[in-house]
Antibody
Framework: QEQLVESGGGVVQPGRSLRLSCAAS????????MHWVRQAPGKGLEWVAF????????NFAGSVKGRFTISRDNSENTVFLQMNSLSAEDTAVYYC?????????????WGQGTLVTVSS | QSVLTQPPSVSGAPGQRVTISCTGS?????????VHWYQQLPGTAPKVLIY???TRPSGVPDRFSGSKSGTSASLAITGLQAEDEADYYC???????????FGGGTRLTVL
């Protein structure tokens, strides 16, 4: 079945870096644009980053621009989120999500999320 | 603070109808961008309920409906059931911020 599985979360000190991965299976990964969405503890959803299906275009939320990068390996069916200069405000569950291909721009498939805790 | 504003909470008795509003601006909903709605049950990832303002994906009960007018959108839930108790989020695109945006979320309590 179609599935997204995130990994790479954990506890990291402020100012350090962390790289998240999202492995896709059960669908033609290279045909879909992908996003990262995060949710701080007890808070709402926040869109973080986007990468086009072929990696030709990227976009970031203002809160992470210049600190986070997004990439993908279509041969490995994986999307990555490189997070640098982390602060406590980046503590959240990070979800990867698939953008539909039906002309709309919503997210129809989500992973289970990986928790990132920034703390000294 | 979200550019899409939702009430923090709504509640209703079983069988009743509730609505959740999502208020945006001329750079998102008012600019014609689609509004989508998600349901997030405790401890789980969000699931799309409504896309393209008012379309239900297959498998979503017709108790859920969406509408949009001007710079606002609404999610209506009729025949409330205990299993509807969850957090609900609207989502759209904002051209000023050049990104996808979520509302702050609304917690639905079934009394």
């Amino acid at each position: 079945q179609e599935q997204l599985v995130e990994s790479g979360g954990g506890v990291v000190q402020p100012g350090r870096s962390l790289r998240l991965s999202c492995a896709a299976s059960g669908f033609n990964f290279r045909a879909f644009s992908m996003h990262w969405v995060r949710q701080a503890p007890g808070k709402g959803l926040e869109w973080v980053a986007f990468i086009a299906y072929d990696g030709s275009n990227e976009n970031f939320a203002g809160s992470v621009k210049g600190r986070f990068t997004i990439s993908r390996d279509n041969s490995e069916n994986t999307v990555f989120l490189q997070m640098n200069s982390l602060s406590a405000e980046d503590t959240a569950v990070y979800y990867c999500a698939r953008e539909v291909r039906n002309g709309y721009d919503y997210f129809d498939l989500w992973g289970q999320g990986t928790l990132v805790t920034v703390s000294s | 603070q979200s550019v899409l504003t939702q009430p923090p909470s709504v509640s209703g008795a079983p069988g009743q109808r509730v609505t959740i509003s999502c208020t945006g601006s001329n750079s998102n909903i008012g600019a014609g961008y689609d509004v989508h709605w998600y349901q997030q049950l405790p401890g789980t990832a969000p699931k799309v309920l409504i896309y393209g303002d008012n379309t239900r994906p297959s498998g979503v009960p017709d108790r859920f409906s969406g509408s949009k007018s001007g710079t606002s959108a609404s999610l209506a839930i009729t025949g409330l059931q205990a299993e509807d108790e969850a957090d609900y989020y609207c989502q759209s695109y904002d051209r000023r911020l050049s990104g996808w945006m979520f509302g702050g979320g609304t917690r639905l309590t079934v009394l």
